[in-house]
């Protein structure tokens, strides 16, 4: 991942889900494009396949269990994952926590078969935890403020500031990314000002009218 960076998580919003999954992946690869910017899809486990045929947009899973190929009826097997096209993916998110063994087994197991892990911590302490484990990025995003429209990066700046301190003194080659509330220019740009390599965002840009133009500006202030 070059910076800065961009990703954007479909979650399962209907506006991001089946066909509307293509058509937000064809507006980030346009932005991307104008924009320079290196923005990365992260559609449902279903959507995935699709999207990769459609698009050269990097795209990570949303989750990756940690298990291994046998059964586990109702997993993401990072293995089938990899053959629908991801090239990375988010682990620990707020939204489907794991434990840590499991979250040290799916980086290791993206270590070995070469794709990016951009582990998701909830505040400083488990950010400080996580890094000690050499993801490729760790996202910042305290739960409370996600999905609400209010940006961590003014909100909360002392999370991403110390976030970037205390992760980069432990590894500085590891990526820190800031989410929850990132909808416009003014909140990447504070981001960016405060340190961090990149945005994890999702509703600002998906429910936006036009989400290619609400991607536009949130890379303008570049
Ligand atoms: O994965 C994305 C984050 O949970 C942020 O979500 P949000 O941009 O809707 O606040």
């Given at each position: ?152 990066s003014q909100a909360q700046p002392e999370i991403v500031e110390d976030t970037v301190k205390e992760v980069k003194s432990i590894n500085k080659k590891i990526k820190v990314l800031c989410g ?28 936006a009218e036009s989400p290619k133009d609400a991607l536009l500006d949130l890379v303008s202030k570049l």
């Amino acid at each position: 991942m070059d910076t800065p960076i961009v990703i954007l998580n479909y979650k399962t919003y209907l506006e991001s889900s089946g066909i509307k999954a293509l058509e937000l992946a064809n507006d980030l690869e346009s932005a991307a494009s104008e924009s320079g910017i290196t923005m990365v899809a992260v559609p449902q486990a279903a959507d995935i396949y699709r999207v990769s045929q459609e698009t050269s947009l990097p795209i990570f899973a949303q989750h990756v269990d940690s298990i291994s190929p046998g059964g586990h009826t109702g997993s993401n097997l990072i293995n089938t994952l990899i053959d629908a096209g991801i090239s990375g993916t988010l682990i620990n998110h707020s939204e489907n926590r794991m434990k840590l063994a499991d979250i040290a087994e799916v980086i290791k197991s993206c270590r070995d078969y070469e794709i990016e892990s951009c582990v998701c911590t909830n505040n400083i302490e488990t950010s400080k935890a996580v890094a000690a484990l050499n993801p490729v990025a760790v996202a910042v995003e305290p739960p409370e403020l996600i999905g609400t429209g209010i940006p961590v990066s003014q909100a909360q700046p002392e999370i991403v500031e110390d976030t970037v301190k205390e992760v980069k003194s432990i590894n500085k080659k590891i990526k820190v990314l800031c989410g929850a509330g990132i909808t416009t220019g003014d909140d990447m740009k504070s981001a960016m000002d405060l340190g961090a390599d990149g945005v994890l965002l999702a509703s600002g840009i998906i429910k936006a009218e036009s989400p290619k133009d609400a991607l536009l500006d949130l890379v303008s202030k570049l």
